[in-house]
Nanobody, 127 residues
Framework: QVQVVESGGGLVQAGGSLRLSCTTS????????MGWFRQAPGKEREALAC????????YYADSVKGRITISRDNAKNTLFLQMNSLKPEDTAMYYC????????????????????WGQGTQVTVSS
C-alpha cells in the first residue's frame, strides 16, 4: 500500500525557516524522482522543486530559487524541503509527490507526470 505523509509545517514569522519532510512507503523510493509543490487558497498548485532518484540533480522554480533546498535520504525513503527567509506569500499547503520517471527534466514542473500525492502540510508565515 502506497503511503505519502508530509510533516514539518507550522506557523512561523517572516524571515524564519522550516524543514518539511515527506515519508513514503509502498514503492521503491530510490527508483523515482520526487517533487515538492504548494497550493494557496484560490490559487493553482505550484511546482517548487524536483530531485532525481539519486539526488544528483535538482531543479527549482524561479519564485523560490535561493530560498529553498530539496534533498532526499534514500535509505530512509524520505524527502526534505528546507525553506529559509520565509515570506507571508509562502503561506500555503505543501505537498510532495513521486515523479513517474527517475529524472527531472526541463519540463519537471508538469503536474501530470507526478503521482502518489500526500495530504499536505500547512505552512503559515506571519508578517
Amino acid at each position: 500500500q502506497v503511503q505519502v505523509v508530509e510533516s514539518g509545517g507550522g506557523l512561523v514569522q517572516a524571515g524564519g525557516s522550516l524543514r518539511l519532510s515527506c515519508t513514503t512507503s509502498g514503492w521503491t523510493f530510490d527508483d523515482y524522482a520526487m517533487g515538492w509543490f504548494r497550493q494557496a487558497p484560490g490559487k493553482e498548485r505550484e511546482a517548487l522543486a524536483c530531485i532525481s532518484s539519486s539526488g544528483g540533480n535538482t531543479y527549482y522554480a524561479d519564485s523560490v530559487k535561493g530560498r529553498i533546498t530539496i534533498s532526499r535520504d534514500n535509505a530512509k525513503n524520505t524527502l526534505f524541503l528546507q525553506m529559509n527567509s520565509l515570506k507571508p506569500e509562502d503561506t500555503a499547503m505543501y505537498y510532495c509527490a513521486m515523479r513517474v520517471y527517475d529524472y527531472c527534466s526541463d519540463s519537471w514542473s508538469e503536474v501530470g507526470v507526478f503521482s502518489y500525492w500526500g495530504q499536505g502540510t500547512q505552512v503559515t508565515v506571519s508578517s
